[in-house]
């Protein structure tokens, strides 16, 4: 016994509910059951195969050494290129760094804006690791409510409204959202935008699903609003659309005096983001593929809209359709209204007696839904049908 313990300071370190859910769905696999797992977001397409190629060229050619810390030269100017041509946006390369991924992007981010104690606004539903995130960089996660009626996009005077009671330093926005799918109109971001200025408030534009969308759906960059740009920290990629979540990859694209700041802190905690990932990332830039993404897209509208009409036929369940992501968060509040449980405990009985792994609206600040992740096969999502319908169907 040594009496070492981890800091007090490591308490404000949330465990993330969804590989939580996903482990528990792995152990009732690993003992023989057959088990459906939508807990993770994670594409179940492959990389696509130039990507993948680019990152084996890499290592076959001695490409595997350290970087520039805020990545290459090369993948900084294509990242302005696609931001351009992907969402209009206008970024020198000073302004575009390479990091591992989106989460460690907001990392940086909120690390390079928030001082001590700073409140920073999270739209529940809000992706699950803001909280934590908002917390080590050292500031108050401030939640402002969900707002089903108006498919999950609120309306710019709550937000003001919460801006001013905490003076709020910052916003984190989401969209396409995890988890709600929910896409903003034009004028919502022109809304949000604005009030941010009125607000002097930093906006950190989590972007990661962009290329997501259904329907006619739009993606909007607040940096593409004017008087956005200077006040965003932008942060894209292609973890969700080309499956290049395990490769760690992302662009942080925010004003120059952040980059450098973030680019400081990267290259002390990580030195840089891996050289063979930097490759595959170039090509993905690169080589658009067209005809990939829409392949995908076909795939994840016809499981969109399987899941839209199926889940609306179960009573006491309900669906709104998601406009973007691959996220349906249904809502089950009746049901769990009627039996006295709670989203979670909800999630559990699906797990335990149905072998379906869902994750709770809580983890999303969402009581009273759950969140299924669509990117996963249609016998998969069949099967969750069936499971959802028999568990509803329980009294
Ligand atoms: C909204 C959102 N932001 C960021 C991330 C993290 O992306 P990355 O794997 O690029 O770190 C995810 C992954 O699930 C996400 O859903």
Known sequence: MTGLVPNARSHLIEASATLAI???AAKLKAAGLDVVSLGAGEPDFPTPE????????????????????????????????????????????????????AKAALHMGLTAIVEPGDAILLLAPYWVSYPTLVTLAGGTPIIVEANPGRSFVHDAETIEAAA??????????????????????????????????????????????????????????PA????????????????????????????????KDIIDTAARLQSQVLGNPCTISQAAMLKAC???????????????TERRNFLVEELNKVPGISLATPRGSFYALIDIRPICETRKITDIEACTQILDQHYLALVPGSAFGIPGFVRASYAADMDSLKKAVERITAWASNS
């Open 224 to 255: 593409s609003i004017p008087g956005g740009r200077d006040r965003t920290i932008t942060v894209a990629g292609f973890t969700k659309s080309h499956t290049l979540t395990g490769w760690r990859t992302s662009f942080m694209a925010a004003p």
């Open 164 to 221: 001013k009671k905490h003076n709020a330093k910052g916003i984190i926005a989401n969209f396409p959202n995890n988890p709600s799918g929910a896409v903003p109109s034009r004028d919502d971001v022109h809304a949000l935008v604005d009030l941010c200025i009125r607000n002097d408030m930093w906006i950190v534009s989590d972007e990661i699903y962009s290329t997501l969308l259904y329907d006619d759906a739009q993606h909007v960059s």
């Open 50 to 101: 130039p990507i993948a190629q680019a990152g084996i060229e890499a290592i076959e050619q001695g490409n595997y050494r350290y970087t520039a810390a805020a990545g290459t030269p090369a993948l900084r100017q294509a990242g302005t290129e696609w931001l351009k041509s992907a969402f209009g946006l206008e970024y020198d390369k000073s302004e575009v760094m390479v990091c591992a991924g």
């Open 286 to 300: 690169q080589q658009p593929m067209p005809e990939e993404h829409q392949r995908r897209m076909a795939a994840f």
């Open 22 to 24: 996903s482990a528990t």
